[in-house]
Nanobody
Framework: QEQLDESGGGLVQAGDSLRLSCNDP????????MGWFRQAPGKEREFVAS??????????????KGRFTISRDNAKNTDNAKNTVDLQVNSLKTEDTAVYCC??????????????????WGQGTQVTVSS
């Protein structure tokens, strides 16, 4: 069964950085949009960033623009075939505390910011930012 695996979360202080990683081990979504969402305690899941299959275009929520960077390694070389999507999160704020999940969608566009627009989700990685 296809799944997405996230890693890289942790407990950090305000102003610190983390690099979150999402792996699509079966490369089932290597030709599709992938994105990151987050869900803070007591809040709904919200869109963070998305990227096209070829990394040509990215899109960010206003709340993270300039601090977060999404990138993708979609190597098709058969010796090192992979599909990973990273989220570099800098200048972290306490309000960035959330479970961060990656998602993939066969019918998503770069500007799809709703959960329903994505087909597959990872279980998430916790990011906790202390003041």
């Amino acid at each position: 069964q296809e799944q997405l695996d996230e890693s890289g979360g942790g407990l950090v202080q305000a102003g610190d950085s983390l690099r979150l990683s999402c792996n699509d081990p079966g490369r089932a979504f290597s030709n599709y949009i992938m994105g990151w969402f987050r869900q803070a305690p007591g809040k709904e899941r919200e869109f963070v960033a998305s990227i096209t299959w070829d990394s040509a275009r990215t899109y960010y929520a206003d709340s993270v623009k300039g601090r977060f960077t999404i990138s993708r390694d979609n190597a098709k070389n058969t010796d090192n075939a992979k599909n990973t999507v990273d989220l570099q999160v800098n200048s972290l704020k306490t309000e960035d505390t959330a479970v961060y999940c990656c998602a993939a969608g066969t019918n998503s566009s770069l500007y799809t910011t709703t959960e329903g627009g994505y087909d597959l989700w990872g279980q998430g990685t916790q990011v906790t930012v202390s003041s």
